[in-house]
């Protein structure tokens, strides 16, 4: 009779559960600075305009 280990499964639930950690870990630095995020690309994009606009008027 051969005995059956649970090695298998317990080496892929915690490759699992590393990959939920990871995953709670981006939810929450992109929950937190995503409005920061954002702001800089709207900076961002308006500064290229005002540069745009500028550039036409030469």
């Known amino acids: 009779m051969k005995v059956v280990t649970a090695e298998k499964g317990q080496g892929l639930l915690e490759y699992a559960l590393i990959l939920v950690m990871v995953a ?14 954002g702001n800089l690309f709207s ?5 290229f305009q005002d540069i745009s606009f500028v550039m ?3």
């Open 56 to 58: 036409q008027m030469l």
């Open 43 to 47: 900076d961002l994009n308006s500064d």
């Open 24 to 37: 709670v870990v981006v939810f929450v630095v992109l929950a937190t600075l995503g409005p920061a995020i």
